[in-house]
Every structure is written in structure tokens, then in C-alpha cells.
């Protein structure tokens, strides 16, 4: 919700698809740097107390935009400054979260836990943008900061009144007590199929995910339409990614890798689709099905690298999966929204499915030895 807000804030502001590149890159560069030192943090420190800070930080933020906006004191750098401090909080927040949830439920519940803690993360991301394009159609961006950062205090009242006596202690005898992020990419490296999903979720995340924010630009330019037209888009999205999320939430088992390949390649197949629908209309029937293949691939990458990680370097594995997911939007973003800028919202959707489709196909060649095994094994 956040993003969406704030993406159309700066193209109310600007009307420039670079520099809404720019924002969405610095809200997501602290993931580079932070994801693997919070994963660190993660694995050593009481994870309710973290999560606490981060949503306090990420709250302010949130709530300081909206003031400037209603109070029509913001300017560009405002949103610069602010996306960078809640990329920051965002950064630390994701790892911690991911590897809490062992620590909620027995090993018995834990693939299906991890299933719907993986479809709320990805669900956040693609069903949000609908609720703000809709807030934004109705009440400008202003009210909707204010209603995200409304948000805040109630995940901090649940984490505090959270009983702790109930929490499952980890084993950690067999935990590293030095150079343990190293350790921990010694482990990925070492698990091409872990490595392999990676770098998938890498590309993807980089160049296919931005396709909610070329949302925007074909709203207001493609189509001359406005807020509401692109909260509309917002929801058909949002359609797909529910049903996604369904999916994936009623598995019981870990997801099997090729399922995060063959989503990866169906979703790069209709985000390519999707860019050449002629008219709104069409534009928007396409959209459910790029939310339908993000949700279930995303979701189930998460799930099959959480489900078959050790427990105890969970926290610094997970901060490496969220530090190039995540991270891989400080490259991507700019360059579509260059893209978008210079030669049109169509193209950059279009570059961003062929790279997702891409992406599939190469690295299934280059790792197809490690990924079939690890589709069979699970």
C-alpha cells in the first residue's frame, strides 16, 4: 500500500517514470546491505523485540508522508528520504518475520505455516497495491498513507501482547557461534537447488515485479485514465493473486522446485501477453493471470527454501533469499522505468516478462542436474 501511494505520489509530482525508478530502487537498496546482517540478528536475538522496532520505524514513515502531503508540504526529496527509511526498516523486518515462524508452531504444522506465512508476504505485495490504488481513486494519497500507517499499531500490539510462554524454543547445540554468515553461504553454495531458486527469484523480483508499477504509467499514460482506472487495475490483480494464494495455502507439503520454474515461466508469459492488450478492458482481464503465476511462484519459492533449510541457520538463509529478492529492485526498477519513460509502459511490461521467460529457460539448462532430483526428493 505504501509503494503504490508513494509511486503515484511521485508521478503526481513529476510525471517521471525515472525518477519513480529512482524512488523504488532506494526503498529497496537497504536490502543489499541489511538482509544478511538481520538474518544474523535474527538467529541470536529475540525476534518479537525486532519486530516491534521495525514496524515503530516503518509506522513514523508512514504516517510523516501523509502529514506533508495533506498539509501540501512535500516535495520530491521528502519521498526520496522516507522510502530509504522504511526500505531500512523493511530490510530488517522481512528476515526476522520469515524465521519467527518456526517458533509459532510444531514441526507438524510447519510446512503448512510456512505456506501461509509465504502467501502472506507475497499476498501483501500484490493485494496491497489494489487496496491503495482503490484509497487512492477515493481519497487521494494523503488518507491512504495515513490508513497504512493506522496499520502499524496493531501488529505492535499483537507482538507485545504475544504470550511468550507458548513460543517453541529452537535447537541451537549444533549452531555456529562464529562467522556464522559465512557459514551460511557456505551452505547455499552448496545447495545448487537452493542456489538456482535464488537466482530465479533474483531476476524475477528485479524485472518482473515492476509490473505493478508500469501498472501506474499505463493508467496515466497508456490509457489517459486516472486513480481510480488504476485502482481498478489494482483489483483485477489482486483476483489472481487471492486465488494464488488459496493455492498455496492449502498445501500441506512443501512445494516441489519445479513448480516455482513453471509458475516462474507462466508468469513471464503473460506479463509479455498482458502488454499487448489494445484497449483498458483487455488490459485488465490479462492482469488476474499475472497475479495468479507471481503469487504461486513467489510463495512457493519461499516455501520450498524455508522447508528445507536447517533450523538454525534459518534466520541468515532467509536473509539471503529476502537480500536478492528484494534487493534485486535497486537495478531493475530503474531500468524499467526507463524503459518506460522513453519508450513506453507497454515496452517495459513487455522487457520485463521476455527477462522473467528468459531467466526460466536458462537457469533450468544451467541447473537442470540439481533441480529435477530436488523435484523428486521433495
Known sequence: M?????????????????ILGIVT???FAPALFLSLPAGKLADKFNKRKI????NLIAGSAALTLGILVVTDLVVVWHILVLAFILGIAGAVDAPVRQSFVPELVGKEDLPNAVGLNSTNFNLARLVGPAIAGVLIGAFGTGPAFFINAATYPIVILSLVMMNR????KRDLSNADKSDSIRVALAYVKGRKDIVATMLLVLLI???GFNFQVVTALMARVEFGLGASAFGMMGTMIALGTV????????QRTHPKIDLVFKAGAIFGI??????????FWWFAAALPFCGLSAMIMMASANSFVQGTISDHLRGRVMGLYLMVFI???PFGSPIIGYIGQNLGARWALFTGGAICLVSVIALFLIFRKSIQPAALAN
Open 2 to 18: 505504501q509503494r503504490i501511494s508513494q509511486d503515484w505520489l511521485v508521478l503526481e509530482l513529476t510525471g517521471s517514470g525515472t
Open 327 to 329: 534487493g534485486g529492485s
Open 205 to 207: 523480483g528485479a524485472f
Open 165 to 168: 510462554a507458548t513460543l517453541i
Open 51 to 54: 519486530l516491534v522496532g521495525t
Open 25 to 27: 530502487g532506494l526503498q
Open 243 to 250: 486465488t494464488g494464494a488459496i493455492i498455496v495455502a492449502r
Open 270 to 279: 503473460t506479463e509479455m501477453f498482458a502488454s499487448a492488450m489494445p484497449t
